[in-house]
């Protein structure tokens, strides 16, 4: 970029907070790097954000939404390409209140019990609270704990459950998601599964194998096979001379359009780049448009450059492109099969 | 005169002979002076040698000795060991072995042979010492203990992991069944319902939650485990917690299901490998087998007490070495001694002989100047003679001429005088620097001087007659004039400020006197008078006034900011002191413990400090706030004397109080301004005494009907001070000299503080004190007393009368319990010692008047309280006597111990009045109470069901309160301000909220307010206000913001347990919910039956007998002691009340249940009150539900 030659260190702390500290003191103060970007997971970002604020050093695009990341007024060094949980919630609340006439109280929850169920709770209610929602404590939330598979017990509750809920939204990993999913189903449970990105679509798709049962989730990027879009079309070039074995997915999109981002800024600084010019570039972008499909934003009161969700639905054992427009479809076919 | 050439040549050579004696005699004394102080001096540099060489070597021994000693604790240390060990121990050993060859002298081998001996000693220590570190490195550098904690830890999350899932899977099935009961109707629906009937599915699940709940046992045993510090708490714990838990768990596995099914097979599998985890595979660590748990536990702390012991060893040895090094010293000492009584006889012997040859010489010159003196003054009387006769005519005519003059002189001084007198008038009036006037009695003025026109601003010649009252200033005029005549017409003299005005418009403040002239027959002749211009002094007047407003705004402002600080100061403390006791509760060597024991220490020294400053400024802000409160001086007393026992007796010091029988016990004032100035008193006493006694007596001075003045004195044996430094005591920043502030340290405000608290009590405080002999401080107060109390003891009561032997060795103690008794009424012998406690109990026996009761204090010389109690009940002749021990705090006497030897009963010093009264006629009449030893707080703390939300902003002290909380088993979530507070409570129905008061954002005030509304008539969140400020006057504040209770920062963990155990109590009075769950209800009362009654009134009418049954034969069980009955009774009752989903009712039978498979029969009544209780609000609700009651 502007004669200078990008160098990605890259190291690994396996999702685990405490691996993460050493790392970033690594990256900071050994290989003075001019960002951190890209950073997986909410606990691991927590452990890593003090130490990037008190080396003044930009923390570009980490994978989650969590609000932690989003404050208002944004934080000078944290800067997000990404929806942010909220927002994909917000999505599916709208779209199912909306789009499919339920009622707040046809939407239960089904929740990690850690700050990441936490923020996904907050946001639905705060969503359904704008649909009209008056009690919070009408709405089903059921939760389960963190690295175990025992869910039955939350599944019990919703069966029981004087209203048996229409929808159920997800905020939790593939395991025990797609768990709840066929035993739900077993009990005879008909509803309309909803997950956020994080969830991890591929390893979702997977353990539920062929079971026929409405599930979406929402993404942060499109779909990666959806040529349609430009930046797609880019990414699958890219991919291709890079490394022609290697599979396209949602998280690899994400990393790209980051790194994009991040280019499109580097390429503004006339000089050498430092740690404070590179936040200056990025803010510096505005209104800016690398092939989306819509506009991204950036500047000093906005940390985050995009805000949009896409939609994908579980189908023949794949998750692919879908339309909000659809969702009442999507309902009824779990409508129809009821006795 | 004729004569004079012979005399003087005669007197010339007598001189001369007397010169040649003297030079002789000089020269004699610096010959012998010389000699013997060249042998003084070489005997000296010989002296100076010897001493510097055997200090020197004592030094070097010393400093070997110190060495060799460090070693041996650094390698007992954690501190990697240094290659070059050895060489200490050999180097002490050589030094020994060297001056042992070269040393001839007689005295100092024996010395250095016991040194050789000891620093063999000291080396087979040492040898000792890597034996262990070689021992310490293994254990330490295998990481099993870690290792097997946390496999233990990760079995019993399997395990819970599994039961979570199993019983998990009973909900979903029974879920599904109703589900599908549900969505069926007619006989399909009839079939699922008998399915739902039938299903053991509620059955299993409480086997789940009993397994459960053992689970958690477990857990919290295996970390009590891991921390345990005692060895024989070590074993203590396996057997007698650890292994009932894990045979219950095992017992419990089996009803989780079918024999043979995946759960109970998996299940049992893991509990076994929990046992090996825990126990180990033999319970052998000498077996190959993996080692558990305990064997690791067991091994570190059995390698910390060889340490321990290695340690004392090298402290034994080392003190023999000090020893031994002290001899050497002292027998160089001896030498010194001897060499120096040696030089001190020679130089002895050479004065003697200086002195014979000295006086021989003095006696031969003395005679010589004898006769040359003689010579001269038979000389000298001849020229005498001769002057006297010509000086008697000369005198006769000087007094003639004198007394001429003197008549002249005498007028010319009088005209002098007179006109000087005139002169010094006209200058005086001219220049005084006021002015001066004379008028006539109607007013006019005659005369003023210069000065009054400066003063007046009007010349002289204006001023006359009525002129000088235009320089008054018109506003001022009447009121002038008016005194003026009021004066005159009174005869008073005029004294009066008032303003000039000058013609030029400026205004001058004066200061005017005068008095009347009168004649002789009384008439007024006039006025004389001055006047002052003191206008610069008003001016100077006002600027001081302005000054001191300033000033003291200054001293609020001082005193707001040390509010400030002392608050920004608590909150961080908070964080030290309650982080350092959440360390202290952690697995610690013994080195890390005493560190974080300083570090406590030091918090909390630091914050009493803070304290004292704060006391300080607001008494010097005169904020200080006193409370007018009913209360009871005794408890007051006993509570403060309590409170500090611990520390005093720790310190080995006799701590006793009494308060005089006269002194009245009901009072209003404020006692936590008198338990402030006692406890500053109290531990000033213990702080300065090492030996000895501190006592507090408390005696009436003067009473009235509302009122009494009361005399505090506590007295010490400590160190005392002077005279000079007494004076200053009681002043701010005070201690009694600044060497005293090193080694004591403190503040020295603590006496500033009694004594101004004392003084707004209406007293004074004093002090008396001796050096070295102890101090005593006196203070008075008044205080009101209470209109309405009641009378003292009863004049009629079990031990009127009685006879009571008092054997105390301290005096002040004795003397107290004595007057104690006396004033019971009871009949008192005092003895010092067992010996003669014995003779008096024999005595008295013979005499046919025996003691009926004793009181023994435990800790006596010779013979203690243990040893005469022994002694006493060997005679048969006294053995009927009734003992009672009094004991110390932290004296652990067992039960069985004390009854062994036959005492009766026993108290902790110093012991509260009533209790000691209680006690004693408890054993008078003969039935001592029943006492358990109270549980400890460690052991009684368990898993607590309520929710808590802590909201506190500061992140170190969220750390804190979470620990603590998690210390006492409580759950806990933390937030940073008030709207968190809110949002969380939305979401989770929290039961206690700890608030901190002041927080940014939304403040615990306003969080309170807006959770009150919130709530209305409903649920009640219990909340505990947390605040770093110590001002009095914040609980009351805290309550009126709606919260329940109040705890003040830095936050106790015995506090916290306190408030929390409160709020504990009133949930579980509030929290009477439903005794039938009404959904339960509601799904039974839907079921469709056979016949015409429906399930749920055949199930209601069962149970309407059955319960009541049920209960009568559990109070059977109970009275016949039969723990397995009462199991089994309760066992059938919970299953039964569960059907109905009376969940208290069920808690109360399964509490039963476990007690009775427990044999613990301690709980059993109180439960089985609860349950008859309970179970009549479940008969009250149930009983609608039958056809024939709704009639």
Known sequence: VNGHRLRLVALDDGYEPARTVPNMRQLLEKEKVLAVIGDVGTPTAIAALPIAIEQKTLFFAPFTGAGLLRKNPPDRYVINFRASYDEEIAAMIDALIDGSGLQPRDVAFFTQRDSYGDAGFSGGIAALQRHGLQDANQVLHVRYERNTLAIENALATVIYAEHTPRAVVMVGAYGPCAKFIKLAHEAGLRALYLNVSFVGSNPLASELGPLEVPVVVTQVVPHPLDSEVPIVREYLADLKSFDSEMKPGFGALEGYIAARVMVAALERIPGEPTREGVIDALEGLGEFDLGLGKKMLLGPQQHQASHRVWPTMLRNGAFVPFSWVNITKLMGGGESRRP | VINLPHHAKRIVWLVRSLTALGLLMIVIAVGLLGGTLSAMRKQRTQLALTENELKETAEQLSHSAWESRAEIMSILGDATLGADGQNSIAGLNDFVRGHLAAQPDPLVVPVLLELKTLAGNLAALREGAVAWRVRYDVVRSDSDTERTIGRVRSLITQLHGIMEVAQGSLRLDEATKYRRWRESSGEEARRQAEAILTARGQQEIREFDVFDHELQELALLVELLGGEQQLDHLADLKENQIKPVLDRLSRASFNLGTKGSAVVTTTAQTIEQLKIGI?????????????????????????????????????TVRHGIDAAIATFAQVAQTRIAELARKMER????????????????????????????????????????????????????????????????????????????????????????????????????????????????MSVADSLGDGWRRAIHPDDQAAVMEEWIRSANSGRSFDSEFRFRWLSGETRWVHSRSVPLRSETGELLGHVGTVEDITQRRQIEIEFTRARDAALESVQLKSRFLANMSHEIRTPMNGVIGMTNILLDTSLTAEQREYAETIRTSGEGLLAIINDILDFSKVEAGKMEFEMLDFDLQETVEGTLELLAETAQAKGIEFAGFVDPHVPRHLRGDPGRLRQVLTNLLSNSIKFTAIGEVALRVALVSESDAEAELEFRVSDTGIGIEAESRRTLFEAFHQADASTTRKYGGTGLGLAICKQLVERMGGQIRLESTVGKGSTFIFTVKLEKQSAFEPALNGDHALVNARVLIVDDNETSGQFLHEQVVAWKMRNGTVRNGADALERLRQAAREGDPYPLAIIDMKMPEMDGLALARAIKADADIADTRLVLMTEFGRRLTVEELRNVGIADWRNKPVRQSLLFDCLAGVMIGVPKPRTETPSAKTSRSRRSERVLIAEDNAVNQRVALGQMR??????????????????????????????????????????????????????????????????????QCLAAGMDDYVSKPVRLDDLAAVLERAHCELSIQAEGPAVDPQTLATLRELPGEGEKNILERLVSIFCESGPLALQELSAALTRQDAAGVSLIAHTLQSSSGQFGASRLQEYCAELEIAGRDGNFEPMGRLIASAQNELQRVLATLQPELPNSNV
């Open chain 2, 279 to 315: 126990i180990g595979e033999s319970g052998n660590r000498d077996q190959a087998g993996p080692s558990g748990l305990f064997d690791l536990c067991r091994e570190a702390l059995e390698l910390n007490r060889d340490r321990e012991k290695c340690i004392n060893e090298a402290a």
């Open chain 2, 346 to 457: 020679d130089v002895a012997f050479d004065w003697r002989r200086m002195m014979l040859v000295g006086s021989g010489c003095a006696v031969l010159f003395l005679w010589l100047a004898w006769i040359i003196s003689r010579r001269i003054r038979e000389q000298v009387q001849v020229l005498e003679r001769a002057r006297a006769e010509s000086d008697a005519d000369r005198q006769t005519a000087q007094k003639l001429m004198l007394e001429q003059q003197g008549a002249a002189a005498e007028l010319a001084a009088i005209h002098q005088n007179l006109r000087e007198s005139e002169q010094r008038f006209r200058l005086l009036s001219a220049s005084a620097p006021i002015g001066i006037f004379h008028c006539e009695a109607a007013g006019g003025c005659l005369y003023c001087n210069p000065e009054w026109e400066k003063i007046a601003g």
């Open chain 2, 967 to 1036: 210390k006492l088993g409580y759950t806990a979530d933390v937030v940073g301000d008030g709207f968190e507070v809110l949002q969380s409570l939305d979401k989770i129905a929290y039961d206690i909220v700890l608030m901190d008061c002041h927080m940014p954002e939304m403040d615990g005030y306003e969080a309170t307010a807006a959770i009150r509304e919130r709530e209305g008539a409903g649920k009640r969140t219990w909340i505990i206000a947390m605040t770093a400020n110590a001002m009095s006057g914040d609980r009351e």
